[in-house]
């Protein structure tokens, strides 16, 4: 082909990454990670970590879609990379229409309406799996921190005094809530109350080994293997967190639990209907304790 016309030409798709196919990620639902991220690291409440890719031609910027909030993204989609599933041309094409719509309050209320709908179908369609295991915990712990602690970011911010704050946001990959202090030394009333609040759970004291990190207490519930563990696993999560809330600020606990009577827990997960890609499990306890089990 002649030099002059091959620069003429558009760059292939995938063509910034080196040893890979030229394959578009345009129409590609993806799940993403804090890695993926380029605009703000932990994203917004809104994102729930699975977005439709907009413009894929280069994969180091590419162009997407939360699913959940409904606001674009660039993302790095050429690291380790989750496809989910593709969405139809119409599909996109609307998605598209949406966005030149959004300026406004009602555009963009319409264009992240329609996004979450086309991420809940996805979700159905995929089912539940270890794929799609981090993007649902993400989804129902985004609910409980819309009921004890709106704000821009995914996290629920507890005062316990003397002007010590704990911020407990959600590591969906590991599927365990990690409590952030100032503090450089352990916090025994802090660690009481979690043992309290999280007794099914794991708890472990991290210390970073950077200095201006204070210290971190992990707790670790075990990898839910279906759809209904993982809804058990988000309300263990949720009444853990009204204990604490409950014990160190009894007075927003008490607005908190009006609020929750009179318009009810948010709960996404209860209207999705998830198929099981894998096989059924169910606890059956310790063998040590029990004498039942044959």
Request: aromatic content about 8%.
């Amino acid at each position: 082909m002649d030099p002059a016309v091959r620069s003429s030409l558009p760059p292939e798709a995938m063509g910034d990454v080196p040893g890979v196919c030229a394959v578009p990620l345009t129409r590609a639902i993806v799940q993403y990670r804090d890695v993926h991220e380029m605009d703000l690291a932990g994203g917004r409440i809104e994102d729930i970590g699975m977005a439709l890719v907009v413009n894929g031609r280069y994969a180091a910027a590419s162009e997407a879609l939360d699913l959940g909030s409904g606001r674009a993204k660039v993302l790095d989609l050429s690291t380790e990379l989750v496809v989910l599933d593709w969405a139809y041309e119409p599909t996109q094409e609307h998605v598209t229409e949406l966005m030149e719509r959004a300026a406004d309050a009602e555009g963009m209320d319409a264009l992240r309406r329609y996004a979450f709908r086309v991420g809940l179908r996805v979700l159905e369609r995929v089912g539940f799996g270890p794929l799609t295991r981090p993007i649902l915990l993400r989804i129902g712990y985004r609910d409980i921190c819309r009921d004890f602690d709106l704000h821009e970011g995914t996290s629920i911010r507890i005062l316990l005094g003397s002007g010590r704050v704990v911020r407990a946001h959600l590591d969906y990959e590991g599927c365990a809530v990690v409590f952030r202090t100032a503090l450089h030394e352990r916090d025994v009333a802090l660690e009481q109350s979690l043992f309290d609040a999280f007794p099914d759970a794991r708890l472990r004291r991290v210390r970073s080994s950077s200095p201006e990190s204070g210290l971190e207490y992990h707790v670790q519930f075990g990898l839910p293997m279906s759809f209904g563990e993982t809804r058990s696993v988000v309300a263990s999560m949720r009444s853990g967190l009204a204990r604490i809330t409950a014990r160190f600020e009894p007075d927003r606990f008490s607005e908190l639990s009006r609020v929750v009577e009179t318009f009810g827990a948010r709960e996404t997960l209860s209207g999705l209907n998830l198929v099981h890609t894998g096989a059924d499990f169910e606890s059956v306890g310790s063998a040590f304790t029990s004498s039942t089990v044959h």
